[in-house]
């Protein structure tokens, strides 16, 4: 879940940019004492809200885009590639043509 998530963040992140799902105590907690800013609106239902950056969370979407458009790639999408170092190249190779193709 989330908690092997957070324990793949570099030493240097500084933010988390995550959506409502990601609002709990326990994940806060873990970000708060590795010295990370949670930037994670609070669920609806939730008693305290804490505070996010509001605008820093909006562009939130250009990430999710990318992906979307990552996933048009079928090799991408699908997981083809077998290897690791073959399909973070395909990544590279979509990513690339993405960059370029763009208007």
Do not use: Q
């Amino acid at each position: 879940g989330a908690d092997v998530l957070l324990a793949d963040l570099s030493d240097e992140t500084e933010e988390v940019i995550g959506d409502r799902g990601y609002d709990s105590n326990r994940i806060r907690l873990s970000l708060a004492e590795r010295n990370i800013t949670a930037c994670i609106p609070p669920k609806k239902n939730r008693k305290s809200k804490p505070p996010y950056n509001w605008h820093l969370y909006k562009k939130r979407h250009l990430i999710e885009n990318m992906f979307a458009k990552l996933k048009d790639w079928r090799r991408v999408a699908t997981r083809y590639d077998r290897c690791a170092h073959t399909f973070i190249s395909a990544i590279h190779i979509a990513a690339s043509f993405i960059f370029y193709l763009k208007e």
